[in-house]
């Protein structure tokens, strides 16, 4: 039997017009240059994709602050570009320390396992980042090839302030260094070269401002012998990283590149250069600021500590009586604007990634939380949030809209 078309609904009819505001922690709200290079498709091998090509990685160099050569995209999510760093550097017999300060740090220590790696995890209280001492404790249980963490953990609002100084330590211990930057890249300082990273990765729909489904890793000299010398090939094909240099250092086929979106992601490189990282770390700064001033005038409570607080992902304590699904929903239903649950904690979470670190986004995020904290039957001044928010933004935007 024949399959009939189904009824049809475009997407006109699927999607609300405007779409809602999207203030959770990625994807997030992309430049008019990143959606117009989106919109185009052009040849993966030849001689105008190699020079693209060639171009992201200079601008990915400068994003990541490393001189290595081995800068590559990712078809997929950062999950892809942590799978390609976890397979590629563990096999049988290899052995990692993975800091888990929740759930993503967490998948790291997951892959590692799925390699058949041994993973001793370092686990880290929610909204806290870790502190050194610890790795220092946990490097002299025995030999290790890779200790792995996060910059900033996305489920709970916690930084890992102390990355330089894991990364010191990791060195002196032998193991190789990843970091997973993926909701960190291009928000807060980041040196991979100066702080001895050996992997680093990152993908395009949080800070970058890009779209979901391209990633972004680096291989310092160091990492890449390690893959050279390996028994034997990861069991992932696709993330291969011997392979993946193929496209992305000898321009030959691997598969066939999203060349749309490594387009999006060379505007959105593209424009971080030109704001410049210290303007955009300072634009971060200032909005998640301004942002947080607000929650705290509207009566809430940040959940981690200023000195382990992640600025580009806010967690915030829910007000007594008041479940993150009613709230989220309210502020969909009324006013258009998405933020994000949390995985089991009592909290909910605003981004403050890329385009959503502008005034506008903030100010009407800050209202539209105080109308919504007053309806919903939390005491407080509706307007306090962005009374509060808009003084520490001041009349002033910091950094010029891209474009
Ligand atoms: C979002 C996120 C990931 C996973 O990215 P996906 O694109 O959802 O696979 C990994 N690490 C951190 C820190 C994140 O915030």
Not at 228 to 233: I, L, N, Q, T
Request: glycine share 10%; aromatic share 4%.
């Amino acid at each position: 039997m024949p399959v009939p078309a189904p009824p049809i609904r475009t997407l006109d009819a699927l999607l609300p017009e405007p779409l809602p505001l999207m203030m959770g922690v990625g994807p997030t709200p992309i430049p008019e240059p990143v959606a117009r290079a989106h919109a185009r498709v052009l040849n993966h091998l030849g001689p105008l994709m190699n020079g693209v090509v060639e171009s992201l990685k200079d601008l990915g160099r400068y994003v990541l602050q490393t001189g290595n050569p081995r800068v590559f995209g990712i078809s997929g999510p950062g999950s892809a570009a942590m799978e390609m760093a976890m397979a590629n550097l563990l096999w049988p017999g290899r052995r990692a320390l993975v800091v888990v300060n929740g759930t993503f740090s967490g998948r790291l220590a997951e892959m590692g396992r799925r390699a058949e790696a041994e993973v001793v995890t370092l686990g880290v209280a929610p909204g806290h980042g870790v502190d050194p001492e610890r790795v220092a404790e946990a490097l002299k249980q025995g030999r290790f090839d890779v200790v792995a963490m996060v910059q900033g953990e996305t489920s709970c609002g916690a930084c890992n302030f102390a990355v330089p100084e894991v990364a010191a330590l990791a060195q002196q211990a032998g193991a190789l260094m990843v970091v997973d930057t993926v909701v960190t890249l291009s928000t807060m300082p980041l040196q991979t070269d100066d702080w001895g990273l050996d992997v680093v990765l990152s993908a395009g729909q949080k800070g970058l401002a890009c779209v979901p489904g391209i990633s972004l890793v680096t291989f310092s000299e160091r990492a890449w012998q390690q893959i050279e010398a390996r028994p034997k090939p990861p069991a992932q094909w696709v993330l291969d990283a011997r392979l993946a240099a193929s496209f992305w250092m000898e321009h030959t086929y691997h598969y066939t590149a999203p060349t749309s979106s490594i387009l999006a992601l060379h505007e959105a490189l593209r424009l971080i250069a030109e704001e410049t990282l210290p303007i955009r770390h300072d634009r971060h700064e200032r909005h998640s600021r301004a942002v947080q001033r607000g929650m705290e005038a509207l009566g809430l409570e940040m959940f981690a500590p200023p000195e382990h607080r992640l600025r580009s992902a806010l967690a915030i304590r829910l007000p007594p009586g008041l479940d993150a699904p009613t709230l989220l929903a309210h502020m969909e239903e009324r006013f258009n604007i998405q933020m994000a649950g949390a995985f089991g904690l009592p909290i909910f979470r605003v981004g403050q990634l890329g385009e959503q670190c502008r005034r506008e986004p903030v100010l009407r995020t800050m209202d539209a939380m105080g109308q919504s904290l007053a309806a919903l039957g939390v005491p407080c001044d509706p307007r306090a949030g962005v009374e509060a928010a808009e003084a520490v933004l001041g009349e002033v935007e910091v950094g010029r809209v891209a474009g």
